[in-house]
């Protein structure tokens, strides 16, 4: 399916991306998510291929593309290996574009060509322990000291956490409390003082490596700070607006997975001497999983499409992610029950769709605070007089 407001350009990135992933990456995504193997294999290829840093400009080492055919490049993976996916989602959508959107001339040429290359894998580490919806009470505490900052505290659910080399920790400068004080710095892997615990056993996304972060009085120079101090809690947020497109993308990936095989296996399968695809009832499941399809397909390309042209994206990115999320979840589970008892099986693979699509009703903000960020849109519009209707 062709959409209008894609461009030439990024539909040419598109069937390139779902042809590498038809390729490359679907014969061996049954097999990670089996092993839980971290896929190096596949990141690689993708660096090689010129996909990380997509939006960056060409300066940086980047392709200069729109955020739009970065989407549309998460979407392609998802619908083969959805934990391929997050990982190349949280490394360009929330890293990459926090080095290019708020680093320092000196951090975007010193860092950005090693993460366009592949070379490091970058995670964003926001989450602790005791902190996951409300952002604004992080307890990461760093501790001005001459040259720099040490940091010390907990981080949990860290996608790429142990895996990847670079981290934007999100915490605060001592002393202070709520947004006012939160600051973001950029960690090594190698820095003395950062440990990782055990890759978290997962109901899905297994190839996905989910770990906490310990940071143990760790130095960080000046130079790794990414923005001012004081600006973390702003710069989280923007990027997060760019990361729930990223991740209703993913929801749209696995969504017409969820399609492609259910229709593949009710035109196969027969019962009562007919396929399946003959029963009304199966056939209203596929009208209802192909509507959903276009329309957060077209919420998520529009939100891409607003978040290039400035401006706040905050309202229609939470809705794109709401409703993409929520839509992978149902069709997963009626693409379960399409598939009758086999779907119920491994080699299906379609109980995958399902344990992989729950995250995306959850990290990077969940349907919950999506609904937050909805409703207090409408009721503020509404006092202002802007609500249209
Ligand atoms: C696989 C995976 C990968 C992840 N990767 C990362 C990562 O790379 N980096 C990172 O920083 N984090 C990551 N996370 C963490 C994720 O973003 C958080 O789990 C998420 O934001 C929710 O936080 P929480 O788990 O602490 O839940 P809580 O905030 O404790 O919420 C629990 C429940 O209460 C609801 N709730 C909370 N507050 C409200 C409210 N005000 N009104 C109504 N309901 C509310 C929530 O919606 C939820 O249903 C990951 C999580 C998972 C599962």
Redesign the pocket.
């Known amino acids: 399916m062709e959409y209008s407001i894609l461009t030439p350009d990024e539909r040419t990135i598109r069937g390139a991306a779902r042809r590498l992933a038809k390729s490359e990456i679907a014969p061996r995504s049954a097999a990670y998510d089996e092993t839980g193997a971290f896929p190096r294999e596949n990141l690689k290829l993708l660096a090689e291929q010129g996909y990380f840093g997509l939006t960056v400009p060409p300066e940086y080492g980047g392709a200069g593309a729109s955020s739009l055919a970065q989407a549309l490049v998460v979407e392609a993976l998802a619908e083969v290996c959805p934990a391929t996916a997050?990982i190349y989602e949280?490394h360009n959508t929330?890293h990459v574009e926090g080095i290019w959107r708020y680093g320092t001339e000196w951090q975007r040429r010193t860092w950005l060509p090693a993460l366009i290359r592949g070379e490091w894998i970058g995670?964003?580490?926001?989450?602790?322990p005791?902190?996951?919806?409300?952002?604004a009470e992080v307890r990461t505490v760093g501790r001005r000291v001459p040259g720099g900052y040490r940091i010390s505290g907990h981080?949990?659910?860290?996608?790429?956490?142990g895996e990847a080399e670079r981290y934007l920790v999100?915490g605060r400068l001592e002393g202070t409390s709520g947004r006012d004080g939160m600051t973001i710095w950029v960690v090594d892997k190698s820095n003395p003082g950062v440990t990782f615990g055990r890759a978290?056993r997962?109901l899905?996304?297994h190839a996905?490596r989910?770990s906490e972060i310990h940071l143990d009085d760790v130095f960080v120079p000046e130079t790794h700070r990414l923005g001012a101090e004081g600006e973390g809690y702003r710069i989280a947020l923007d990027l997060l607006d760019g990361g729930r497109i990223g991740i209703a993308a993913q929801a749209c990936g696995m969504l017409a997975a969820a399609l492609a095989r259910s229709a593949r296996y009710a035109r196969v399968r027969r019962q009562f001497g007919q396929p399946l695809e003959r029963f009304e009832a199966i056939r209203f499941k596929l009208a209802d999983m192909v509507r959903d399809l276009h329309a957060a397909r077209l919420l998520t390309y529009e939100a891409a499409r607003r978040r290039d042209e400035g401006g706040s994206v905050r309202p229609l990115a939470a809705a794109a992610k709401l409703f993409a999320s929520e839509a992978a979840v149902r069709h997963a589970l009626q693409a379960v029950q399409i598939h009758g008892g086999y779907g119920y099986l491994r080699e299906a693979g379609v109980e995958r769709l399902l344990r992989d699509a729950k995250?995306t009703e959850?990290?990077?903000?969940?349907?919950?605070?999506m609904?937050?960020i909805l409703a207090g849109e409408v009721v503020r519009a509404e006092a202002e007089g802007q609500l249209e209707g």
């Not at 005791?130 to 952002?135: C, D, E, I, M």
């Not at 959850?362 to 605070?369: L, V």
Request: charged fraction near 20%; charge should be negative.
């Open positions: 997050v949280v929330l995670a964003f580490a926001l989450t602790e005791g902190v996951g919806s409300n952002a981080k949990a659910f860290i996608t790429s956490a999100v978290e997962k899905g996304l996905s989910t995250a959850i990290y990077e903000g969940t349907s919950e605070i609904r937050l």
